[in-house]
């Protein structure tokens, strides 16, 4: 099973320039998000959905955009990549439940210059 | 707001011995809470997850604990080894569906060495 798949592993960009970081689940799973993870900041949640067609807001949304027009998928997007957005990029899913655990990709290394 | 907190965050150990790691949280209103191991340059495994309505969960040498009333859990490693070394996280689920959005610890970076 490929599980959560996360691409590119790794990327350098200039400011102001826009990407789109890809994240795909074989697990017919509901539920998927996106995290950032900084240095003594931990992991916050940038965006979620909880099924095709339907996002929301988490704790740092802004600078980014998602869609979600399949179960599989949920891309984020960089509209205009500013240097307070180098990062770790996690991508998570699961199935709803309180006894289901989330499943991470290897995460999407982002550096802005 | 929900806010979790690792203590201590490092640890080193010889090999061989029994160490535990805590977590606290400041809401007692969680649907879960989820033990993560993460390798340098690497994502996140799932070690261990407490439903709100637990008290422990067991896997192999780990054990976790949970006092949902004092907002604390303890991640128990028994026979530590070189292995076992990586940075261990702590998130807590209380979004507004059940499994949904984690509030994550800073994490504790344990080094066991032989």
């Known amino acids: 099973n490929a599980g959560v798949t996360q691409t590119p592993k790794f990327q350098v960009l200039k400011t102001g320039q826009s990407m789109t970081l890809q994240c795909a689940q074989d697990?017919?799973?509901?539920?998927m998000s996106w995290y950032r993870q900084d240095p003594g900041m931990g992991l916050r949640l940038i965006h979620y959905?909880?099924?095709?067609?339907?996002?929301d807001q988490g704790e740092v949304p802004n600078g980014y955009n998602v869609s979600r027009s399949t179960t599989e998928d949920f891309p984020l997007r960089l509209l205009s990549a500013a240097p307070s957005q180098t990062s770790v990029y996690f991508c998570?899913?699961?199935?709803?439940?309180?006894?289901?655990?989330?499943?991470f990709g290897d995460g999407t290394r982002l550096s802005i210059l | 707001k929900q806010e979790v907190t690792q203590i201590p965050a490092a640890l080193s150990v010889p090999e061989g011995e029994n160490l535990v790691l805590n977590c606290s949280f400041t809401d007692s209103a969680i649907y879960n809470l989820q033990w993560f191991r993460q390798d340098p340059g690497k994502g996140l495994t799932s070690l261990l997850l407490?439903?709100?309505?637990?008290r422990e969960q067991t896997s192999g040498r780990l054990n976790a604990s949970l006092d949902k009333s004092s907002g604390r859990s303890t991640l128990y490693i028994a026979a530590s080894q070189p292995g076992d070394s990586a940075t261990y996280l702590c998130a807590v689920s209380s979004g507004s569906q059940a499994g949904t959005a984690l509030i994550f610890g800073k994490g504790t970076t344990l080094s066991v060495s032989s």
């Open positions: 959905s909880v099924g095709a067609g339907i996002t």
């Open positions: 998570a899913s699961s199935t709803f439940g309180s006894n289901q655990p989330q499943h």
């Open positions: 407490i439903q709100s309505s637990q």
């Open positions: 697990m017919n799973h509901e539920y």
